[in-house]
């Protein structure tokens, strides 16, 4: 029979064990918390167990199974301690929770150990029960977590890796965090130093046979490895030469050396990667091996003997000699792939470029390696070649690869020129310019996000920023978003933003516009007032919304009124720009800083200078609203902008835009112009500006003047008769280059009283006349209906030495032209004109006959159908000699009331009532008398009026009775109401003229009967 060890040695054992255990617990130096917290519950079982050792414990059964299961829980948590004392710290952090989760598990163990002891010993520990439960409770609810920050550096891990995420930058990331996590410093010799520790935890655990361990382990280490931190790059330098050499006695076309048997696995038959060594020295692929045991088989894989002992082990030194086999095959293809750059064949090139791009996916290793043997160097300088393209998308994808997340590549990137070479390639086609800004975003990360210098090597390049602002508008998304991405960084750079700004790309400029200080602001709206800006920037602005912040800033100190009214000068002259200073609430505070009395006169001009804008272009009154659209009153904008035209101490620069700004809103509205003219005294204050040195008042106050004359011309004639004023006026008639200015001086003219004929008489003196003339050769069509209006004062009946001068300055040829222009008005006054003149046509014929040898005239020239004499143009004005009949006769076919109303007037000159005999019959064999006829069915009251007079001449002749009574008499008895006996204007006169036909019809039927 078994001695039994006596229960209070064991509880002195036990006793000791947490003590000691106690102690390593707060020695541990990761998840320190975790383990002190272990260690404090451990301490704080030692005075139960004295508790127990001085109340002498009942030696029972139950007693010593209780003792048995507290023992072996802490031995569990003292092998826990010393399991993680001295491992890799890398290590320690991926496991981090779960080593937690074991810590939190032995806690919770020996707290239920310790309630089953006290259970047994209820009575004995009755002193302490309180700290007792406390104790047990505390323990077996226990609740550990690994450090918040650490889960998220694992959680990161962990996601990378499910992610297959293996890129250099990644690793970067990954590697740091982990080294700061445990207090390890990024440094090469540091880093390399763990990374062996944590290589050195995966062969332990493989040793372990731990699949699921060594996998992760494997994926963890193969990532980190990637990072710059993890390389010595003089030791992968040397390395690199040290192979080289081995090669150096292979030819140089040999791109391949054939493995040795050793190094083939006996299972795959494939070059190992992680051999592994039975007891029989047979190599085997370690991942082949564990699933041939897991096969059932038994066998050694060489010999196929049965294996009395089936462990194994790394051989790392084959592994080392297979490592080694594989970086001299990667040199002899590194070599080759620089002979096929130098041949600079598109076929030689891409072969290259392919072995280059699987050398890296085979080993990461070769990034370096390809740039220390000058690869990176030769590509660089092959960016401007002339490949073809598919070579050179392949050339700048295998360059990001090279350089990706790799800070040295990137370097030797920048020595090459690499940027500068790539700059021009962004402005190709869309497919080499797509794989140019792949390239250069790439070169521009860093490891902390984007690399400042670089950055500022690309802005420098004149067209650097212009090619990617034009890229922006691709329509390949990824192209453009990636643009944008190195734009918005280059814009950091208060120059850049300008450069943006300059390639119509005003997003970055308008943002510091909107949100930046005050400084920043003023800042870049200085700036924008130096560019030169065309209408399509102007609208891109006006779209990006300064608009509001400008106005805001007209609301500040006098620089930033400045700044933001010369800015606004710019955007109102864009006509969708002008809603939205109206829509900002913009044109009160304008109108309000303008009509400041005591603002700077910079200030105001530049305030002129906007309503001017906003009133231009047949804008006037739209804009001039308040920020809910309502239309502000006008007349006091008026008032004071006549007002500054009195001012003798205001300046150019103010009284030109308030000139134009006037003009723009009188144009628009005939009722403002009506308040300018009768509150203003506009005529007064306008007219004197006709003397202003400066052309462009001049010019302005001309065509005010034109509008200003429909309402009070009096003035005007009295102004213009003194001395050199009306040379000035003509002077403005004869100035071709102003049409505008043209328009108005004749309008102007057109507006004056026509009885005054002094100003006539001084006009054909002054050549004015023929000015008017020449405007109807050459003259906008506006110009030109006004100058038809202005020559009425030439052609009046009553002056027949003007209307002589008139035709003989050749203005009949350009009346019966204008007779057929696209314009009524036009249309309307030629024949009102040609009709003046046709009017002294039968008197002048007359005057003609009457003189001797009429006898010889009659033999030798044709008489003139209508006037019964020797006609010409010339002479006797005759519209037939000048055929203006045939145009006369189309505008009265044509139906509009205007021109139909002007033809029969004029055509009526041929029919005088004293003899209407010879003019009836012109205007029969035209076919004229027809369409008269028919305006009595369609035409105004007006417009029947003189159809009516003048078929009451024709009708006068009995032989049109006959030929168009019949036609006549059903519009003239409508006209009449079927009664010739009412009252009224068209009544009366349509029933003389049915008395006319009824009259001569009577005589037809008489004659007829007998």
Known sequence: ?????????????????????AQAANDVVFEKESFKVLGKHLLDIEPVLKELQLNQLNDSPVARQALESLEIDVKKANNLVEKYKDRARFYLLVKCRHIVKEIQDVTRDIGRSLAALSLVNVEVLSGISDQVNRLQTEMQRAEFEASHSRLEIVDKLNQGLSDQTFDKEFANDMLEEIARAVGVPVEVKEISRELENFKKEKEEAANRKERAEVLFLEQVIELLSRADAARDYEEVRNQYFQRLK????????????????????????????DPVSLCTGTACERAALEDWFESGKKTDPETGEILQDSSYRSNIQLRQLIQEWRELNYCLKIRSCKAKLDLKMDSSVEEALD??????????????????????????????????????????????????????????????????????????????????VELLYEVLQERSGWNVPYCRILSQHDNAIPFLVSLLKSPIRALAEKSEEILMKLCDEDENVIQGAKANWFTPLADKIIQGSSSTRMSMVKALLGLELDEEKIKLLGEEGIIPPLLEMASSNI?????????????????????????????????????????????????????ANLSSSGDGTRFLVD????????????????????????????????????LGICQSEAGLVKSAVLSASGVSVILPLLDDPNQEIRELAINLLFLFSQHEPEGVVEYLLRPRRLEALVGFLENCDKNDVQMAAVGLLANLPKSETLLTEKLIELGGLNAIINILRSGTMEAKENALSALFRFTDPTNLKSQHIVVELEAYPLLIDLLKVDSITANARAAALIGDLSMRSQELSCEFKDRGCWCIYRARFPICKAHGG?????????????????????????????????????LSTLVPEESPQRGANVLHESSAIGPVIEVLSWGSESLKAEALSLLEKVFMSKEMVDLYGLIAKSPLTRLTGRSIY?????????????????????????????
């Not at 001695?3 to 000791?16: A, K, Q, Y």
């Not at 009949?885 to 009331?897: A, E, F, N, S, T």
């Open 870 to 906: 020797v006609c010409s143009v010339r002479s006797t004005f005759c519209l037939l000699e000048a055929n203006a009949l045939p145009d006369l006769i189309h505008l009265l076919r044509g139906k509009v009331h205007a021109t139909a109303y002007e033809a029969i007037q004029t």
């Open 246 to 273: 081995v090669i150096e006695r292979y030819d140089s076309k040999e791109e391949y050396i054939q493995p040795f048997k050793a190094f083939t696995c006996r299972i795959t038959e494939t070059v190992m990667i």
């Open 982 to 1010: 009412e009252d009224g204007h068209l009544q009366r006169k349509a029933s003389r003229v049915l008395l006319l036909i009824e009259r001569y019809s009577r005589s037809s039927a008489s004659i007829n009967w007998e």
């Open 627 to 662: 920020e809910t659209g309502t239309q502000l009153e006008l007349q006091p904008v008026i008032a004071h902008l006549l007002a500054f035209q009195e001012n003798l101490h205001r300046c150019d620069i103010v009284q030109r835009p308030a000139l134009r700004s006037l």
């Open 1 to 21: 029979m078994t001695e039994l060890i006596p229960i209070g040695t064991i509880l002195t054992v036990i006793t000791h064990q947490i003590i000691k255990t």
């Open 559 to 611: 620089e930033s009124k400045k700044l933001s009214l010369f800015a606004l000068v710019k955007l109102s002259s864009f006509h969708d720009n002008k809603k939205l200073i109206a829509d900002a609430g913009g044109v009160p505070l304008i109108l309000k800083l303008l009509f400041s009395s005591h603002m700077l006169t910079i200030i105001t001009a530049k305030c002129a200078e906007i309503l």
């Open 355 to 436: 072995q280059m791009r699987d050398l890296m996916r085979e080993n990461s290793i070769n990034k370096e390696w390809i740039s220390v043997g000058g690869l990176t160097d030769v590509m660089v300088t092959m960016l401007d070649s002339t490949l073809k393209e598919a070579v050179k998308i392949k050339l700048f994808n295998t360059l990001r690869d090279i350089i990706e997340g790799h800070a040295i590549n990137k370097d030797i990137f920048i020595k090459n020129q690499g940027i500068e070479k790539l700059v021009p390639c962004l402005g190709l086609d869309s497919t080499i310019s797509e794989a140019a």
